[in-house]
């Protein structure tokens, strides 16, 4: 167990590292003309640095999407430490090459990537609990976050795939399942280690450096500087209970009625989204539509209010399945981890014994929801879902409800500004290869565009950072509305020369 003091003590060690590290380095602070000494650079690590002459290079400059592994970074640093990453910044601003952080690489357009140094935080994944106060490692993957809570009967807001790292996903804002019940894990956060662009360690909280720890609320990963570590306030959640229903394709449209109004006005304690899904979008297949979600309050609470949304539809659900746990137990099995170890819980080549597949090529497109979709726009919604039918391709419609206690807050109050949005929407389409054919890749662009405005008259005219589109022309005003603003002034103070900079940065 880590106490409080204990935190802190590590906090100044780490600062004081990295300042020794950054005085007694001037050698690799210093420009080479015959380009950047990563020798010199390794040998003031703690960690590892793999460059692509090493054996370890293929898999280092990995991350989820198969789809990126043609980008090549000049080195991979594996940090152990705030220093390290102040170590790693520090050269590459002298080398005058560009610097990306990594936490579980997630994210959608491989912003986690780049032709320089990739500053890796995944080693950095300790969680421990003091009380009900939780730090964990900027790299801690909901994998590691759910084990390192084991039997503590303590929840965070996690996310929906057990390989997401804490870097992206907090400063995002961060929804899941516990949404309703436990806010954005954003909303959790009480401070947080950053290492800025000058290398420089600070601590950002409500008492220090109040506005970075406002921008880190819902601004984004990547954009202020490398968290190393997080402090968080966790809430007892002792079971969950997992359900799913799924009805037959000609059944949609009142399922999804249903749904929006029954989510909606349900208990905080309640979380749930429907799917449609084309695994095979080839002429003929009948795609899948079910809704499942979880609950966390008392398990016999749960059927009645399954069979207040059975009423709603207006038709038998074809199967209905309710599985009580734990809390750690549910969520392991939603993960498909149950019948895994931590290590086999993760991506295929980051650990020994990784299991998790990588994906191919994939093309996503989302929006925010303040009231229900009505039912023209609903029908509109199928018809957009189903057409233009090609084999191999795979088509996936999410919803998940939002509001509870992450819609207690203003919409100012963090950076996450969706403070009035009832659900959010992912639209996705993938391709099993990273490398698919243009014509593949154009037809699933414009599938999911078709869909995209089919919804979005419907919509709030906001997008989820987290769930990044990479063709949203007023991607800033969508991700952060008024907040806009205030995160570019806290962008210029903290990176004024804007080094943390990929195609939807800050700016």
Known sequence: MVSRRAFIRAGATATLAAATATTALPAVLAHAAAGPN???????????????????????????????????????????????????????????????????????????LTTGLVIDVSRLNSVTADGNTVTMGGGALQIDTLSGLSGTGLALPGGL?????????IQGGGLGWQTRHLGMASDTLQSACVVLADGTVVTASPTQNADLFWALRGGGGGNFGVVTSYRMAATPVPTLSRFSLTWTWDRAADVLTAWQ????????????????????????????????????????????????????????????????????????????????????????????????????????????????????????????????RVAGHSRFIRTIVLGGRANDLARTDTA??????????????????????????????????????????????????????????????????????????????????NFFRFTQSIT
């Open 161 to 169: 795939f057990p390989t997401v790292g804490a870097g992206g996903f």
């Open 38 to 112: 990563w020798a010199l650079l390794q040998r003031h690590l703690s960690g590892t640095l793999v460059l692509p002459t090493d054996t370890a290079y293929t898999t280092a400059k990995q991350i989820s999407w198969t789809e990126y592994d043609t980008v090549q970074p000049a080195a991979v640093a594996y940090c152990q430490s705030a220093a390290d990453v102040s170590t790693c910044l520090k050269f590459a601003r002298a080398n005058g090459i560009p610097a990306t952080p990594r936490s579980g690489g997630h994210s959608f357009m491989g912003f986690s």
């Open 261 to 388: 109004q029954w989510a909606i006005a349900s208990p905080r304690l309640l979380s749930s989204g429907p799917v449609l899904a084309l695994f095979d979008a080839a002429p003929g297949n009948t795609p899948y539509l079910g809704v499942s979600g979880v609950w966390m309050g008392d398990p016999a609470d749960l059927p009645p209010l399954l069979d207040a949304l059975v009423g709603e539809v207006g038709h038998a659900p074809s199967t209905r399945t309710v599985n009580d746990d734990t809390y750690t137990a549910g969520m392991l099995a939603w993960y498909n981890c149950g019948n895994l170890t931590v290590p086999q819980c993760h991506l295929q080549g980051t650990t020994g014994d990784g299991r998790i597949s990588r994906f191919g090529w994939s093309f996503d497109r989302s929006r925010l929801f303040g009231a229900a979709i009505p039912a023209t726009g609903v029908d509109a919604l199928l018809t957009a879902f189903d057409a233009d």
């Open 416 to 497: 996450y500004v969706h403070r009035d949005s009832e659900f959010v929407m992912s639209i996705a389409t993938g391709l099993p290869t990273g490398t698919p054919s243009a014509a593949d890749q154009t037809i699933a662009r414009n599938w999911a565009g078709h869909v995209f405005d089919t919804v979005n008259p419907h919509s709030n005219g906001e997008s989820y950072v987290n769930y990044l589109d990479r063709v949203l022309p007023d991607w800033a005003d969508a991700y952060y509305k008024e907040n806009l603003t205030r995160l570019r002034s806290v962008k210029r103070h903290y990176d004024p020369s």
